[in-house]
């Protein structure tokens, strides 16, 4: 069989992927089977495919489960030690009198817990505690959801859980003091965004609909919580993460792990031996629950990318043909299709985009330096704005939100802060 006829029923097999996606399949389970078919259709050797597939993506993907176990630990220690929940006070106690800046300050709040904390988890606890501040202000259910979501989706540029996980795809790239650089400017041009976007609709703001919004989620004024009083110190655990490895270059782990110390020391959770292992031993527990489906929904994801890299090769004459020479030709075009990247389609790396991503670093036309960022901005507009995230899907159901209004609001906002964001790929590692 020639190379070209296994190159197209390649593709259309990646086509029929795309389209069980979009009908809501199970992306563990598709990924799997099409780490199975690409290895059939590209005729790997039984021996190579058993190694190369099935075994070894699944082993050396142990580094970065451990950088989301790590994150969504970290994550859960903001949340139950009362750190998360006594910056969400605090930030509601100096915007109650002017809803505009009370909300805008919940987003800063939002991107800069999100620094370092990580997954689905973290996301539900955390937004159970900001959502109800911000319709308590009298922002509407959709813009409110819509806001977070963008904000949350902000500091993942720099957010080395999920660095890690999209560095699966290109390894010769680096989270150093240069990417930081690119990550931090792109992370300022969304969240810039998310503020711009409130400004405008401002006049939506109605405090007179608060109680309603609330009642509507089944989170009355009566129903609020008692927050933990924790210092003032406390406030800083978010960005220690980021700032260990800015000033003195150390790994996530460690930087996690002191972060987390850190917050428990503060906290209070210390105070005995008793009751500092019955923290770790809660936090540490919920945290992993909390990732379980993803982690086997990555080792997936890991399989098929091996299958994917086999069949590179096959690609190459294709992408040759198709693809601008231009960094700049092509960072524009991919934020012009950013939205394609919408319903795990083939710009999103964690969905059919996983060969898109595989299939272009295995080509070398371009440098793992200059394809992470690349599709990472496309993929961070999916994460933000895409009814198919997880904790999208979650807010939808927990705000009452119509997923045609999140879509309405969310999209052009991303595709405009996409289309920036791959310009300055372009001026960071167009070289």
């Known amino acids: 069989m020639s190379s070209t006829v296994i190159a197209v029923l390649l593709l259309i097999t990646f086509a029929l992927f795309i389209g069980y996606i979009l009908k809501g399949g199970n992306l563990m389970i598709g990924f799997f089977v099409m780490a199975i078919l690409w290895a059939i259709i590209g005729m790997v ?5 058993i190694q190369k597939i099935f075994a070894e993506p699944a082993t050396n993907y142990g580094p ?22 006594a910056i969400s006070e605090t930030t509601n106690k100096v915007g109650r009198k002017k809803p505009l800046i009370a909300a805008i300050l919940v987003m ?9 904390a990580y997954g689905v988890g973290s996301v539900i606890a955390i937004g159970v505690i900001l959502l109800p501040i911000m319709l308590s202000v009298g922002v509407p259910r959709d813009i409110a959801l819509v ?13 080395v859980v ?34 711009i976007f409130l400004f405008i609709v401002r006049k939506k703001i109605d405090p007179s609909k608060a109680e309603t919004n ?27 993460p980021v700032l260990m490895n800015m000033l003195f270059h150390w790994d996530a782990v460690p930087a996690l792990t002191l972060a987390t110390l850190l917050g428990a020391l503060l906290t209070g959770n210390m105070k005995s031996y008793k009751h500092f292992v019955n923290f770790m031993n809660e936090t540490v527990k919920h945290a992993i629950a909390d990732i379980a489906g993803l982690v086997m929904f990555l080792m997936s994801l890991a399989m098929f990318t091996g299958a994917a890299s086999l069949n590179a090769p096959r690609f190459k004459p294709i992408f040759e043909a198709i693809l601008p020479n231009s960094h700049l030709v092509l960072a524009i075009a991919l934020g012009v299709l950013a939205p394609l990247a919408l319903f795990r389609g083939p710009l999103h790396v964690w969905g059919a985009g996983a060969a898109t991503a595989a299939v272009l670093s295995g080509t070398g036309l371009f440098s793992d330096v200059f394809l992470l960022p690349l599709l990472y901005v496309p993929t961070l507009m999916a ?23 999140f879509l309405k609001y969310g999209v052009p906002v991303m595709w405009i802060v996409s289309i920036i964001n791959e310009f300055l790929v372009f001026k960071f590692f167009g070289w």
Request: charged letters at 10%.
């Open 383 to 405: 994460v933000s704005v895409d009814i198919t995230q997880s904790w999208n899907v979650w807010g939808l159901d927990y705000m009452k939100v119509q997923s045609k209004d």
């Open 162 to 195: 999920l660095y890690n996980q999209i560095k699966v795809f290109f390894p010769k790239a680096a989270y150093n003091a240069s990417y930081l650089h690119f990550g931090i400017i792109a992370m300022a041009v969304q969240l810039l965004a998310v503020i």
């Open 108 to 116: 800063i709040v939002t991107a800069f817990i999100f620094v370092s």
């Open 147 to 159: 806001a977070f979501s963008m904000a949350i989706g902000a500091p993942m540029y720099i957010n």
């Open 214 to 240: 609330l009642n509507t989620i089944g989170a009355g004024m009566g129903d609020a919580q008692e927050v933990k009083s924790v210092p003032k110190i406390a406030f800083i655990i978010p960005i220690v």
């Open 45 to 49: 050797p039984f021996d190579t495919a």
């Open 64 to 85: 970065t489960i451990i950088y989301i176990v790590f994150g969504s630990w970290f994550g859960r220690v903001l949340v139950d030690s009362g750190i998360a929940p």
